[in-house]
């Protein structure tokens, strides 16, 4: 089992920054990758950004070169560091990670951005 516990969500002005975390417990040895997915009302969720434990990164191409992934490792913590954000990010954002069988996944966090 994995535990996911996400923080960091909120309201922030168009242009604004904000920094989501997400702390893993459990059986945290099995994990071999880790991200963020997000979904807007009545949209699909999708994937945001992905780091795997090697620390290869891959990201969505609405958030390329403005969100930025990484993790510590020390931590057992990734990190999605949102910047130049758009009314468009507007979502719930999800922290899962991925294992050997179903994924698991954290409880959501919102993020508005509204001036």
């Known amino acids: 089992q994995v535990q996911l516990v996400e923080s960091g969500g909120g309201l922030v002005q168009p242009g604004g920054s904000l920094r989501l975390s997400c702390a893993a417990s459990?059986?945290?040895?099995?994990?071999?990758?880790m991200g963020w997915w997000r979904q807007a009302p009545g949209n699909e969720r999708e994937l945001v950004a992905r780091?795997?434990?090697?620390?290869?990164?891959n990201y969505a191409d609405s958030v390329k070169d403005r969100f930025i992934i990484s993790r510590d490792n020390a931590k057992n913590t990734v990190y999605l560091q949102m910047n130049s954000l758009q009314a468009e990010d507007t979502a719930v954002y999800y922290c899962?990670?991925?294992?050997?069988?179903?994924?698991?996944w954290g409880q959501g966090t919102q993020v508005t951005v509204s001036s």
């Open positions: 780091i795997t434990s090697g620390g290869i990164t």
């Open positions: 459990g059986s945290i040895f099995s994990i071999y990758a």
């Open positions: 899962y990670a991925e294992v050997p069988g179903p994924r698991y």
